[in-house]
């Protein structure tokens, strides 16, 4: 197997591990960790489970790509982490920062919105004009064309109050785990993460993001304690502005915390 991360050693004694989202690869952090070089700043990009080099490495679920992440960093004895992932990559830092508590030192969650849930999931696509560019939502997009999916307005009420995300694989380009994971669309409350974050939070969310998806900005800003929420003129699903993942993580370095 091909190399499925990238390492930059500098003379930080935390290291930034960067995690990309559905339909990326760690080249996608490739302006961010040159910067990142030019401070001395250590740092890691992986490719998850299904993108990149690691294309063929058989994950699929949250759980298993948490264990592919962690086989990693136990591996090249990270023991002070700064994770920072973009959109499903915000989830897996989530994750590690509950398996790893004494090891995390902070935590960067980039246009990191989880708004959707099998209940409104129809909901979503009477809202937007477009399906949402979610792995989980290509296969459901395809039950709404063939007449299988219906319309749920009546959920408008819950989407405010149900800060849930899909439990959802890499099946958009790893189609073998797709029958693998009878459990990918169960729901995985944000809740059990969440409420376990104790390590300084930077919330970097688009400023134009989509209607329902401000729910789930809300809930992360009001319950990760210590946290502070940046918005950056993107959309969802663009790469969030550099500048301010740089500006964290420079001040992280100076011993400020970010938030």
Not at 94 to 114: C, E, K, Q, W
Not at 157 to 185: P, Y
Request: net charge positive.
């Amino acid at each position: 197997m091909m190399n499925t991360f990238d390492r930059y050693r500098g003379q930080t004694p935390y290291t930034v591990v960067l995690l990309h989202g559905h339909g990326l690869n760690r080249t996608y952090f490739r302006p961010l960790c040159e910067r990142l070089r030019e401070d001395g700043i250590s740092h890691m990009a992986l490719d998850l489970p299904g993108y990149g080099f690691a294309r063929d490495v058989d994950c699929g679920s949250y759980a298993e790509i948490a264990d592919y992440v962690q086989r990693i960093v136990d591996g090249e004895n990270l023991d002070d982490i700064v994770f920072a992932g973009y959109s499903y990559g915000g989830f897996i830092s989530l994750v590690m920062n509950d398996r790893l508590p004494d090891r995390v030192r902070g935590l960067i969650l980039m246009a990191s919105s989880y708004e959707i849930s099998v209940r409104t999931l129809r909901l979503s696509f009477a809202l937007t004009r477009f399906p949402l560019y979610t792995a989980i939502n290509e296969a459901c997009w395809l039950k709404w064309k063939e007449g299988r999916m219906d319309y749920d307005l009546g959920a408008v009420s819950e989407c405010a109050g149900n800060c849930e995300m899909v439990v959802h694989s890499s099946i958009a380009t790893n189609r073998r785990n797709m029958l693998k994971n009878a459990d990918i669309m169960k729901k995985q409350s944000l809740r059990e993460y969440v409420h376990r974050v104790h390590v300084p939070t930077l919330i970097i969310q688009p400023s134009r993001c989509q209607f329902f998806s401000r729910y789930s900005y809300d809930y992360l800003a009001h319950n990760i304690r210590g946290s502070r929420r940046v918005a950056v003129n993107a959309p969802h699903n663009i790469a969030p502005a550099w500048d301010e993942v740089h500006a964290a993580i420079r001040a992280f370095n100076s011993g400020v915390s970010f938030v």
